[in-house]
């Protein structure tokens, strides 16, 4: 790790942890619906949360987004939306409120149904994670942190992160020679 990228991440450990604890339910919700385990749709709604909360913790780091955002997902991606410069915010907008259907439907007692739910989600899941991520300023020369670390991984890690993950793959592609296999 660079010295650029430890001051950054002592300036801004809430934000670092938050974007951890996404990257890590992220991986293990693209694991689950690749699986066809629709427990990954509930992972992957936890994922694009805490990834938005990461994202306003850089902005400002001292914000309570516990008190401030609870679990409201459109709320904090309003305000990342306003915070960044976000390309595709309705078809982001989509994705969060399909993913917050998904959270809200988390309990068995909970008569709240979404439209529809289908493990090839995971495709959406991996447009809005990796373009939100992206929009993380780490200093120059970290770019192997987090998400894109996991992709580096040499081993079964890698595959089930970069298995038909085109923006993942577009990404990490000039860090690494990908092997298409």
């Known amino acids: 790790?660079?010295?650029?990228?430890?001051?950054?991440?002592?300036?801004?450990?809430?934000?670092?942890?938050?974007?951890?604890?996404a990257c890590e339910d992220y991986y293990s919700a693209r694991c689950s619906l690749l699986q066809r385990g629709f427990g990954?749709?509930?992972?992957?709604?936890?994922?694009?949360?805490k990834l938005l909360k990461s994202l306003m913790?850089?902005?400002?780091?001292?914000?309570?987004v516990r008190k401030i955002y609870g679990?409201?997902?459109?709320?904090?991606?309003?305000?990342v939306v306003h915070c960044y410069d976000v390309q595709k915010k309705d078809q982001y907008r989509d994705?969060?409120?399909?993913?917050?259907?998904?959270?809200d439907v988390r309990y068995?007692?909970?008569?709240?149904q979404p439209r529809t739910i289908c493990t090839g989600e995971y495709m959406e899941l991996d447009d809005i994670f990796v373009g939100m991520y992206?929009?993380?300023?780490?200093?120059?020369?970290?770019e192997s942190t987090g998400l894109v670390q996991m992709a580096?991984?040499?081993?079964?890690?890698?595959?089930m992160v970069l298995l038909n993950n085109e923006p993942l793959r577009k990404m990490v592609k000039p860090l690494i020679e990908l092997d298409d296999s």
């Open 134 to 142: 992206s929009l993380i300023e780490f200093p120059v020369g970290s």
């Open 108 to 112: 068995p007692c909970d008569n709240t």
């Open 71 to 79: 679990h409201d997902m459109l709320k904090v991606f309003d305000d």
């Open 1 to 21: 790790m660079t010295i650029e990228m430890q001051k950054f991440a002592r300036a801004n450990k809430l934000g670092m942890r938050f974007m951890v604890d």
């Open 57 to 64: 913790l850089f902005k400002e780091p001292e914000l309570d």
């Open 152 to 159: 580096l991984f040499s081993d079964r890690t890698a595959k």
């Open 40 to 49: 990954g749709l509930h992972l992957g709604s936890l994922a694009i949360e």
């Open 95 to 103: 994705i969060v409120n399909r993913f917050k259907e998904h959270y």
